[in-house]
């Protein structure tokens, strides 16, 4: 009896002391759950060219304006309260490697957002990877018209960049609204590029009721193209519209001058990138007029960017490809944020459905993205520059000022 | 006419003296530098560099540009040209003379290497390299051509006249064509036939450098460049004739013509009509235009 009442009277405050205690250690688990989450990193990256082919410039100032906005996430307390860590992989320009980075990034890296890829190719060969693991992907620097296409219901990536539709659409609506360009010609390059480029031109040309007088091809690794201006010259044509990679397009410009022909001459963002003004010379350069996302630095928070990235950069006139993937890491924060959670499906809803206006580098994005619209940047928001005195600069004159929205045909 | 006649003579002439690297090594070790391409591109960045360094070290304006291109096109040549002996030592000699194609291997690897260490160095990007006497055009009638193009064009037909002679009137020429009639003999006259060897490989790789050099002002220099380039030189040789100097030098020239007159008709043609032109030489002349067959004994 004692016994039973000594353990009953021992058992009787046991119990709430145990309670005490097992709640404690509970408390303690949780505390330290909730510490471990919130000291637990959300793991984005970039996959992308930074090293293998010409266009691996684009990549390497993607990467630091990403690492910028990544460093500026963290220190206003991260998403969610999660620090964000940033991986980097390196698809060398080869779809393969792309292919097997993003397979490693979803399955065992379990990053929750990917950005990049720099080369349109490899954003192609991956994509149907990253719509069936349901893996948001903002792309910040790959153009090609097809790669945020996909089925409606299950399209997971998203662009803040130049789209090359778009940059036809602009390029033909100044030529169809210019009163002084009276016969165009098309150059573009014999590779996947400039054949996908010459048909947005053909399909777009079509909808202005405009016919070439001349469409002339060349080789990307083609030096002289006087033959295929000879033959534009002889057809009269006085504007040329032009798709090719920055070094054919400066042997173009010089090929221009060995003949004394200098039509005007309208082109891609390809002409910003550092192989241009390098084949071209100082002269030459000049002439071309081209689309970028972001030529002059107009905020004073694209002015502080610059100040910390732009002395890493060897052509700071391509600060461009850091403003825009800059905003990326803006964009897909805010959706996370929106949704409240970091998984794919949650991220691609909230981004369709963006509640709040994200002020970004190149622009304030208000609801950019929609179930069926997945382009951050269209024809309208691009900026028209030039190369002057070393610098890519405003392009700006009458026609340009008259364009309007129902112009951009595409 | 006047202006695809000017730009494919001076192509032409750059093929030319690669086309005189492949017959160099052929004719004494019966082997091809598959790597010639990626000589000349690195040649044209050793060029590069050197320009970068002597004017940091002398100042722009210390000596004239003319002379800063000359010393940068020496020293392209040497480089390029003692690469050529480790490219010959670890990647010819344990092959040459023995059945097998194992050389062809290991001088596409050693191109790879080199590629690979000039890349991390020189980074991807096209460079252009300034032209000796200025990048203005001068026209005759409506066709215009730069000084670099006459400079190519002028230089290479010196050099390749200078190789031609040195070839007949010079010791080390004679003893190149003696390995190159009779490797046995020519050892049993007492001429040292792994020097000769190596010594192709050495004015080969240096024809290549001095071409990355030349083309440079003109075609904008990148480690990609040399490829198509000794591709031709290559074509040439086999047109011309791999064992004959003379013809390679004129199966360059002919390329050269041939894939600029037909860019005046179609140029996407080019490629095309260049190989065409291969295959038919090689089906009514399978030694080339000027060659002659070499017996291999094995």
């Not at chain 1, 000291?39 to 993607?62: H, L, R, T, V």
């Not at chain 1, 573009?188 to 002339?216: F, R």
């Amino acid at each position: 009896m004692t016994k039973t009442k000594t353990a009953s009277t021992n058992t009787a405050p046991a119990r709430p002391r145990l309670t005490a205690l097992l709640g404690a250690a509970a408390a303690v688990l949780m505390t330290a759950s909730v510490q471990a989450q919130a000291a637990d990193p959300i793991k984005i990256a970039y996959n992308g060219d930074i090293s293998g082919s010409p266009s691996a410039e684009s990549g390497q100032i993607g990467v630091l304006g990403i690492g910028a906005a990544v460093e500026d996430i963290n220190k206003r307390g991260g998403v969610l309260g999660r620090p964000l860590e940033f991986l980097v992989r390196d698809d060398l320009g080869q779809p393969p490697k792309a292919i097997q980075n993003m397979t490693d990034l979803i399955d065992r890296e379990k990053v929750s957002v990917v950005f990049g890829p720099t080369n349109s190719g490899n954003a192609l060969a991956w994509k149907h990877i990253a719509n069936q693991k349901r893996m948001p992907v903002l792309v910040s620097s790959a153009s090609s018209t097809a790669i945020t296409e996909g089925p409606s219901s299950g399209n997971y990536l998203f662009r803040v960049s130049m789209v090359d539709r778009e940059q036809a659409a602009a390029l033909l609506a100044y030529v169809k609204k210019n009163p002084e360009a009276k016969a165009v010609g098309f150059f573009v390059e014999t590779t996947g590029y400039g054949q996908a480029g010459l048909k947005d031109l053909e399909q777009i040309a079509a909808l202005h009721g405009m016919k070439p007088v001349s469409i002339e091809k060349f080789d990307a690794r083609d030096t002289d193209m006087t033959s295929q201006l000879s033959k534009a010259k002889a057809a009269g044509a006085d504007t040329l519209v032009v798709w090719a990679q920055a070094a054919p397009l400066g042997h173009l410009v010089r090929s221009m001058e060995k003949l004394d022909y200098f039509p005007k001459v309208f082109t891609t963002w390809a002409a910003s990138f550092s192989g241009f003004p390098e084949v071209a010379g100082p002269k030459l350069m000049e002439w071309p007029v081209f689309l970028t996302t972001s030529s002059e630095r107009k905020s004073a928070e694209a002015d502080s960017l610059f100040a910390r990235i732009g002395p890493k950069l060897a052509n700071p006139s391509m600060f461009w490809a850091a403003s825009q993937a800059y905003d990326t890491v803006l964009l897909w924060a805010a959706a996370a944020e929106q949704a409240g959670d970091t998984k794919g499906e949650a991220v691609r809803a909230a981004l369709e459905s963006l509640n709040k206006p994200v002020a970004g580098m190149v622009k304030t994005y208000d609801k950019p993205f929609s179930a069926t619209q997945h382009e951050g940047l269209t024809a309208a928001d691009y900026h028209w520059s030039r190369w002057k005195d070393g610098k890519v600069v405003d392009f700006n004159d009458p026609v340009l000022a008259g364009l309007q929205p129902a112009d951009f045909k595409k | 006419m006047l202006q695809a006649i000017i730009g494919g003579l001076t192509l032409g002439s750059v093929y030319a003296l690669i086309a005189l690297g492949f017959n160099l090594t052929y004719t004494t070790t019966r082997t091809l530098n598959f790597a010639q391409g990626d000589f000349v591109s690195v040649g044209a960045f050793v060029g590069l560099g050197t320009v970068g360094v002597l004017t940091a070290a002398l100042g722009a304006d210390a000596v004239g540009y003319v002379w800063l291109y000359a010393l940068a096109a020496v020293a392209a040549a040497l480089v390029m040209g003692v690469l050529g002996l480790p490219l010959y030592l670890a990647a010819i000699r344990p092959f040459a003379g023995k059945p097998g194609m194992s050389w062809v291997v290991s001088t596409i690897g050693f191109g790879i290497v080199l590629q690979s260490a000039a890349l991390s160095v020189w980074g991807l990007g096209a460079r252009m390299l300034p032209a000796p006497f200025g990048d203005e055009v001068f026209r005759i009638g409506e066709a215009g051509f730069r000084s670099q193009e006459l400079v190519v064009l002028v230089l290479a037909v010196a050099i390749l006249g200078a190789f031609d002679v040195a070839m007949r009137r010079t010791a080390i020429g004679r003893c190149m064509r003696a390995v190159a009639l009779n490797r046995d003999a020519a050892a049993l006259m007492g001429i040292d036939v792994p020097r000769v060897m190596a010594m192709a490989f050495l004015a080969s790789s240096a024809l290549a450098g001095l071409s990355g050099v030349l083309v440079a002002p003109i075609l904008s220099a990148s480690l990609f460049m040399g490829v198509i380039i000794a591709l031709k030189g290559f074509s040439a040789a086999i047109i011309g004739g791999l064992t004959n100097p003379r013809g390679c030098m004129a199966g360059g020239l002919l390329i050269g013509l041939v894939e600029s007159l037909t860019a005046l008709w179609s140029a996407q043609w080019r490629e095309i009509m260049v190989f065409l032109l291969v295959i038919l030489v090689l089906a009514m002349a399978p030694n080339g235009l000027f060659g002659r067959k070499l017996v291999e004994k094995v």
